[in-house]
């Protein structure tokens, strides 16, 4: 798996890593039991910090997305792969809160959907390139 990494994106790097590794397991690209790159690797591979590389991957963690082994990496957990039902319950509180925060900003639900197309849009050419 390729990770991309934006300076200009305003999304902390360890988030960054986070949401690319879910959208890979998500999408397929990355299965249950695949194996990630180690921390050290994968920093230098990007040109990080490690303790930036290592909060992703806690993160990751504690969200069962991956599992990691001592002495063995860090791997794609086997439960990492949600039905439908799953990912709707797991997306549905984040959504709420965003219609929350777009109310509270007198953002009419045009105006939000817009955003979230535009949002769609720029995240799918990021995974086309």
């Excluded at 806690?58 to 949600?82: A, D, H, P, Q, V």
């Amino acid at each position: 798996m390729d990770f991309f990494i934006s300076t200009n994106s305003g999304l902390p790097i360890y988030l960054q890593i986070v949401n690319q590794v879910k959208g890979s397991v998500a999408g397929g690209l990355l299965n249950p039991g695949e194996k990630l790159p180690s921390v050290r690797d994968l920093a230098i591979t990007l040109a990080i910090n490690p303790n930036t590389v290592s909060k992703a991957y806690s993160t990751l963690e504690i969200e069962g997305i991956i599992e990691i082994r001592k002495g063995m990496g860090t791997f794609i957990s086997e439960g990492s792969e949600l039905n439908d039902k799953d990912k709707k319950e797991k997306i549905l509180p984040k959504v709420k809160e965003l219609i929350v925060e777009a109310y509270h900003l007198q953002i009419d639900n045009n105006t939000l959907l817009e955003i979230i197309n535009q949002c769609l849009k720029i995240e799918g050419d990021n995974h086309d390139s």
